[in-house]
C-alpha cells in the first residue's frame, strides 16, 4: 500500500554511466517532483509536473531528463554521472499543482565511485 | 526569493521533556504556508504539521503544536512528551499560495535519549 515507491533505493555506479530511478504513485495526484539531498542533508527541488507536462526546472544540468509516461509515473534518467551527482533522490507528489502538501517517497542514494 | 533558516543544527532533549526547534523565514509575499517535515535514520521525509499563513490560530497534532509569529516570520516547533521515536532531522519548510514548490531550512538534527 506504498503511496510513493521509488527504484532503486540504492543505485552505486561508476562515473560517465547513465542511469535511471523511477518513480510510481498511487494516490491519484496530479502533480509530481524531484528533489535533491546533498552530502549536508540540505533538499532544493529539481523538477515539477503537473498532468504530465514540465512545469518546473531549477536550473538542473541537462543531462538530467524526468519523464513523465502518465501522472502517475515520474522518472528520471541521469546522462554522464559525475561525483557531484552524488547524493539522495527523492520523488513526491501532491494532489494538485498548488497549496497542497507534499507525500514523498523513501528516497534513493545515488553513489558514484 | 524565499529563504527558511534553522538556526539550530542539533539539539537533545530526554524522553518526556518538552523541545522546541526554531525556524525563520523570509518573503514579501502575505499568503503562504509553512511545513515541518521529520526525517529519520529510515530517511523518509513524513509531514508533521502545516499552517496556513492567513490563519492566526497555531496548529496542533497530538502532541506536536507550532508557535507561528507572523509579524516575526517566525515557525517554531514544540514537541511535548518527546519519545525515543522523534529522533530525527526536522526539515521547516516554506511554500507560496498559487505554488507547490517546497523551500526547506537546512535541518535539525533532534536526538532523544532516555
Known amino acids: 500500500d506504498t503511496a510513493v515507491s521509488q527504484t532503486p533505493k540504492y543505485l552505486v555506479t561508476q562515473m560517465g554511466n547513465d542511469k535511471s530511478i523511477k518513480c510510481e504513485q498511487n494516490l491519484g495526484h496530479d502533480t509530481m517532483y524531484w528533489y535533491k539531498q546533498d552530502s549536508k542533508k540540505f533538499l532544493k527541488i529539481m523538477f515539477s509536473?503537473?498532468?504530465?507536462?514540465?512545469?518546473i526546472n531549477e536550473t538542473v544540468p541537462n543531462r538530467f531528463s524526468p519523464k513523465s509516461p502518465d501522472k502517475a509515473h515520474l522518472n528520471l534518467h541521469i546522462n554522464s554521472l559525475e561525483l557531484g551527482d552524488s547524493a539522495v533522490y527523492f520523488c513526491?507528489?501532491?494532489?494538485?499543482?498548488?497549496?497542497?502538501?507534499?507525500?514523498f517517497g523513501d528516497g534513493t542514494r545515488l553513489s558514484i565511485l | 526569493a524565499q529563504t527558511v533558516t534553522q538556526s539550530q543544527p542539533e539539539m537533545s532533549v530526554q524522553e518526556a521533556e518538552t523541545v522546541t526547534l526554531s525556524c525563520t523565514y523570509d518573503t514579501s509575499e502575505n499568503n503562504y504556508y509553512l511545513f515541518w517535515y521529520k526525517q529519520p535514520p529510515s530517511r523518509q521525509m513524513i509531514l508533521v504539521i502545516r499552517q496556513e499563513a492567513y490563519k492566526q490560530q497555531n496548529a496542533t497534532e497530538n502532541r506536536f503544536s507550532v508557535n507561528f509569529q507572523k509579524a516575526a516570520k517566525s515557525f517554531s516547533l514544540k514537541i511535548s512528551d518527546s519519545q525515543l521515536g522523534d529522533t530525527a532531522m526536522y526539515f521547516c519548510?516554506?511554500?507560496?499560495?498559487?505554488?507547490?514548490?517546497?523551500?526547506f531550512g537546512k535541518g535539525t538534527m533532534l536526538l532523544v535519549s532516555p
Open positions: 513526491a507528489s501532491s494532489h494538485t499543482f498548488t497549496n497542497q502538501p507534499q507525500h
Open positions: 509536473y503537473n498532468n504530465k507536462e514540465l512545469i
Open positions: 519548510a516554506f511554500m507560496m499560495r498559487g505554488y507547490s514548490t517546497l523551500t
